[in-house]
């Protein structure tokens, strides 16, 4: 019995040895955690670590979570530091791929040329063409309303003038015809004696034709007033338009004009122009210009000459900054091969005084019904004094002569200056070179009308015919077809059915 208490005695206290052993060993490997950020999250829960492995129950800084993403709890797959810090580790866009976004994950990328809708523009190919190749054309100022202007036998603008859609019709015709505009002061190089050669080449984009187109007499003389021309351009919401004084006092403004109707033009065919040039104007100075009354002469009459001046400027200002030009075509609209030297003085007295102040200085001048001054003549070296190196008259047989001016019996050489023939394109023209029957009908009815009897008006209407028409039909069509671009429903004089 002693000994079986023993035992049990014996068992007893070996269980309290084996209690107190195993709370030793719990002890040694249960810690809590802290809210050192070294440590992991600060949510006061206990994190179990083993022995084995120091580097694990330091929370990783690729787990703190982005604004974005809440606090989860997921481990993280990037690698622990091999030892323990507290100094945060910044990660790599290889260590954490959900810190920084690569462009595949951003949901709008910056777009590339390829991802822009809208192309650029390719460059336009050039080439250089013989500035000798440059065809010149003209015209006046447009007829507006075609019933008071060529609509009747006595139309006062049938013959210098082409209606609103007779223009519109030449602008497409010639864009069709592979024509661009060029400024006409690129066709010429100046010596330092201020005298000039034609420049060897001129620019024109690829598969085009040089252009220069000049309209003459940008007066809109007073006289014309009620002629079914506009009497002025204005400059209306940064734009150009013509407008006109009816009867009652009110003005009205239209855009069936020659500077309206390019620009609209060009909008829509824009390599109509290279460069941006446009139109040469060809200003007079006796009645004004533009159809203001800048003219001194005009003071005598009550009229504030510096006030029309200034709305000049308006319009010549915004001419110049949008690509046109200007010529002189002389201050009175003079015939220079036949009037005195004193009418030529006069003239560059008054255009210096009246005309180039608001223009400025311009190379090119345009002969008043292409009457040439003869070279060698005191009234061509007046001009050539001038300044002026670009001579331009009327002709339809688009000639160029480089360093040469028209004489009497032929063509001097070795002036410095350039002659540049331009085509005519009016009613007259369009009407005349349409056909041989509307041809010779014309010159029979002019030689009859100064006198001649009827055997001998057929005779020199047939000399001419058989000198000109053919060369002169042949360029107008190089232009445009009469026949398409003739006014047919406004015009009284028609284009005869020709002879089959």
């Avoid at 945060?88 to 990328?109: A, G, I, K, Q, R």
């Avoid at 082409?162 to 864009?175: D, G, I, N, R, W």
């Avoid at 061509?380 to 009327?394: A, N, Q, S």
């Avoid at 398409?484 to 020709?498: F, G, P, T």
Wanted: net charge negative.
């Amino acid at each position: 019995m002693k000994r079986t208490v023993l035992i049990r005695i014996t068992a007893v206290l070996l269980s309290l040895l084996s209690a107190i052993g195993l709370c030793a060993c719990s002890k040694s490997n249960i810690s809590v955690s802290t809210d050192d950020p070294s440590a992991g999250t600060s949510s006061g829960q206990p994190t179990v670590n083993t022995p084995s492995d120091p580097s694990e129950g330091q929370t990783s800084p690729s787990l703190l979570p982005l604004p974005s993403e809440g606090t989860s709890e997921e481990p993280s797959s990037a690698p622990l530091p091999s030892s323990p810090s507290k100094e945060p580790v910044t990660p790599t866009p290889s260590e954490d791929p959900t810190l920084t976004p690569t462009p595949s994950e951003d949901p709008t990328p910056t777009p590339t040329p390829s991802d822009d809708p809208i192309d650029p523009p390719e460059p336009v190919k050039t080439v250089e063409v013989p500035a000798s190749s440059v065809r010149h054309v003209f015209t006046h100022c447009l007829i507006n309303d075609p019933k008071k202007g060529c609509a009747t036998a006595s139309g006062p603008l049938d013959v210098d003038c082409l209606t609103v859609s007779e223009f519109e019709k030449l602008l497409q015709s010639l864009y069709d015809n592979d024509f661009v505009l060029i400024d006409i002061n690129d066709m010429y190089v100046l010596h330092k004696n201020g005298t000039a050669k034609l420049a060897p080449t001129v620019t024109v984009p690829e598969g085009k034709k040089p252009l220069v187109f000049s309209i003459d007499d940008v007066t809109y003389d007073p006289r014309k007033k009620g002629s079914g021309m506009i009497d002025r351009l204005v400059i209306e919401n940064g734009t150009i338009m013509g407008c006109y004084d009816n009867a009652d006092g009110s003005t009205t403004l239209t855009d069936g004009e020659v500077f309206p109707i390019l620009e609209k033009f060009l909008k829509t065919h824009p390599d109509f122009s290279y460069n941006g040039a446009k139109f040469t104007l060809a200003l007079t100075g006796f009645a004004g210009i533009l159809g203001y009354r800048t003219d001194e002469q005009y003071a005598e009459q009550g009229i504030d000459v510096a006030k029309e001046r200034e709305k000049a400027m308006v319009v010549v200002n915004w001419l110049k900054a949008n690509g046109y030009n200007f010529a002189c075509h002389s201050y009175s609209h003079n015939n220079y091969t036949n009037c005195a030297l004193s009418r030529v003085e006069r003239d560059v007295e008054m255009w210096n005084r009246n005309v180039k102040p608001l223009i400025g200085e311009t190379k090119v001048f345009i002969y008043p019904y292409g009457a040439w001054t003869n070279h060698g003549t005191a009234k061509h070296d007046l001009l050539l004094k001038e300044g002026f190196v670009m001579f331009c008259g009327t002709s339809q047989l688009n000639t160029i002569w480089d360093g040469k001016q028209p004489k009497e019996g032929g063509i001097a050489s070795g002036t410095g200056t350039i002659y540049l023939e331009r085509f005519t394109i009016t009613g007259f023209t369009v009407r005349t070179y349409a056909n041989a029957a509307t041809y010779m009908d014309y010159y029979y009815n002019y030689y009859k009308s100064i006198g001649n009897d009827d055997a001998t008006a057929k005779q020199k209407a047939q000399k001419n015919f058989d000198s000109l028409f053919e060369v002169s039909y042949n360029n107008m069509q190089e232009y445009c077809d009469p026949m398409q671009i003739y006014d047919h429903e406004n015009r009284y004089h028609k284009i005869l059915a020709d002879e089959e």
